[in-house]
């Protein structure tokens, strides 16, 4: 390329292009910001219940607007056992089908018997926001109880939305610990401004389509592995590497030599925006590894392999984790079933495509970008 052509920005999957604004989420190199609050003061000061009236409100809930919030998320965790069966069923026959596809199905459901499916007034998306949030530990449960062999439980009142979420998940009370790490991870997940799923989301809300058509579009893109799907792998990929340097035939810098001769994607590192590092990737391996010292030291050989990869991707190719590399291994030592990790991300990412389909729909204009087009030359039907 002569020296005076500069190569153009590869603006391929709308990169690097501002597309819109929002008041929800701000994600730079700098700093993570859930409308004015920074991500670490959120993650050490608040709980995921106050970042998500935050995220949906729009403002820090007062003492009585959270108590309100709370106990709206606790009346609504109920789902229909009619719902609830049918969850059970395809969670089992085919037995393969993936937990993502399943919870797509259950909020599809959930949309029919919702008297306010279909109005998108502020109001009324307001409640249904609650009710999706509140639901869909509900239907994670329901999905994972048959997979484990066991009845699925109630949802349990006394419990907070975490507790309550990983009560649903293994049929256990959690420890207070658990709970913490729990909720720590919510609190990472729930918003990142026009992400992929987010954007889908919106796409969809400009049509005037309704916010449930609008959550399912957000899951479907959520699952891929380029996106949310991301934790899963993550802990797929460091699993792999454990198991093929157990028996010293292979050392983790030969694997990961491997991987990058194969040009193989490795899942949890890299990010669109951020160049310098996720910062919500530390404060997640931090809470892991506590739990690890507090209740599973055995397991911190995973967090040690981590950082192992973690500094060879640095050292070899100047690439930083995301969230969903500490994630992995986070939900491993919590004995989360790995394909439940994304549908997880569901569970607290419902609060920030909420938050941006109520705004898409308080000032909308439908979205639809041009074309490039790279198609044949003109012709002529009956000439060619
Ligand atoms: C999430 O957008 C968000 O905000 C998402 C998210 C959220 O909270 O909503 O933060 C959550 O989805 C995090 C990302 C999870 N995905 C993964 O961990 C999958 C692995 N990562 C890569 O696929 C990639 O880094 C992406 C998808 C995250 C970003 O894609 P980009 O912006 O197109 O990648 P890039 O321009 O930064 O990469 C430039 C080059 C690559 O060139 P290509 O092969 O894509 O042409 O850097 C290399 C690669 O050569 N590279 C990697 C790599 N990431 C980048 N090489 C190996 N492994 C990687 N993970």
Known sequence: MPACEVKSADTRGLAGQTVGDTS?????????????????????????????????????????ELAEFDQALKDNRSVESSILDVIERIAVEPADVHPMSILRTGIS????????????????????????????????????????????????AS??????????????????????????????????D???????????????????????GGIGALKGNLHGGANEAAMDMLADIMNDTSDSSMTVEEWMQNAFNEKRKLMGFGHRVYKNGDHRAGILREWGLKYCEEVEPDKKVWFDLGDEVQGIMHREKDIHPNVDFPCGMTYFTLGIPVPQYTPIFVA???????????????????????AQYAGPDLMSWCDS
Not at 115 to 123: G, I, T, Y
């Open 159 to 192: 419990l907070s939305h975490a507790a309550n979420l990983l009560w649903m998940l293994t049929g256990k009370k959690p420890e207070s610990i658990a709970t913490k790490v729990m909720d720590v991870s919510l609190i990472l997940y729930a918003e990142h």
């Open 24 to 64: 929800v989420c701000s994600v730079n190199q700098t700093q993570l910001i859930y409308r004015g609050y920074e991500i670490a003061d959120l993650a050490a000061n608040a709980t995921f219940e106050e970042v998500a009236f935050l995220l949906l409100a729009g403002h820090k809930p007062s003492a009585d």
């Open 109 to 156: 459901m959930v949309s029919h018997l919702d008297p306010e499916c279909e109005d998108n007034s502020a109001d009324a998306e307001y409640r249904k926001s609650i009710r999706l949030m509140a639901k869909i530990p509900t239907l994670i449960g329901a999905c994972q109880a048959p997979r484990d062999g066991r009845s699925r439980v109630e949802p349990d």
């Open 348 to 370: 607290s990412r419902i609060t920030g495509w909420c938050a941006h389909i109520m705004e898409q729909h308080a000032n909308n204009r439908i979205i639809r970008p041009l």
């Open 194 to 216: 026009f992400n992929a799923s987010t954007f889908t989301s919106r796409v969809i809300a400009s049509t005037n389509s309704d916010m449930h058509s609008a959550v399912c």
